[in-house]
């Protein structure tokens, strides 16, 4: 159980487009979505938080009309880089958290296998 | 600021010798505690978590964990380790105001056979 999926697993594109990644829960609600990106040898940042039916919070220096997310439903959160550039090429990771009320799971964040972006 | 850290960035062990990895956080408030492990080319698996109750946490594939909170730890050890444990170790600890994790830096295990 507790399997996230991503998509796409990988994505090229030009400067200037749009690319939009989904993360979806698949055998759980997720009532928490959060967006990670990890540069090279680097650790996990977050990016935002997601959560179902409201608002993204975005961290401070992560601009929010270009990482668009939305998390329309308990099973599905979008991120979509609007005008990708060269600089926006990364490992982009979701992880979902389930609002179940049972201890330990309802803290326990599962991660999606990822998605690599390079912006031509 | 809660952080974590993994003061060793890289690891090599030849088969069947013990690991420890070191993780140290800063965190005020009650902690959840864990370890990730990522193999090549996959994705974040958990490895092992602590909440609460005993701090000794034992987790998949042979891998524990001690919580020492007067020290701030929480390493990670493997008795014997195999090839197949090469990967980046990552600890983390619950504490983000969102409620996100806080990840260290990672640590790349390779162990020769």
């Known amino acids: 159980g507790a399997v996230v999926s991503q998509h796409p697993s990988w994505v090229i594109c030009k400067s200037g487009t749009s690319v939009k990644i989904e993360c979806r829960s698949l055998?759980?609600?997720?009532?928490?979505m959060f967006w990670y990106r990890q540069f090279p040898k680097q650790s996990l940042m977050l990016m935002a938080t997601?959560?179902?039916?409201?608002?993204?919070?975005?961290e401070q220096g992560v601009e929010k009309d270009k990482f668009l997310i939305n998390h329309a439903s308990l099973t599905l959160s979008t991120l979509t880089v609007t005008s990708a550039h060269p600089e926006d090429s990364s490992f982009y990771i979701c992880?979902?958290?389930?609002?179940?009320?049972?201890?330990?799971?309802?803290?326990?964040?599962?991660f999606g296998p990822g998605t690599r972006l390079l912006v031509l | 600021a809660q952080s974590v850290s993994q003061h060793n960035h890289h690891v090599i062990l030849s088969e069947a010798a013990s690991l420890e990895l070191g993780c140290n956080y800063s965190?005020?408030?009650?902690?959840?505690l864990f370890w990730y492990v990522q193999y090549p080319g996959q994705h974040l698996q958990l490895l092992l978590k602590?909440?609460?109750?005993?701090?000794l946490v034992k987790g998949i594939k042979g891998f524990e964990a001690e919580f020492i909170k007067s020290k701030f730890s929480f390493n990670l050890r493997k008795p014997s380790v195999q090839w197949s444990d090469t990967a980046e170790y990552f600890c983390?600890?619950?504490?983000?105001?969102?409620?996100?994790?806080?990840f260290g830096k990672g640590t790349k295990l390779s162990v020769k056979p």
């Open positions: 992880s979902a958290r389930s609002g179940s009320s049972l201890a330990g799971f309802r803290e326990t964040q599962y």
């Open positions: 055998d759980f609600q997720a009532t928490t």
């Open positions: 997601s959560n179902e039916g409201s608002k993204a919070t975005y």
């Open positions: 965190y005020g408030g009650t902690v959840n």
């Open positions: 602590y909440f609460s109750g005993d701090p």
């Open positions: 983390a600890v619950n504490g983000g105001s969102q409620g996100n994790l806080i």
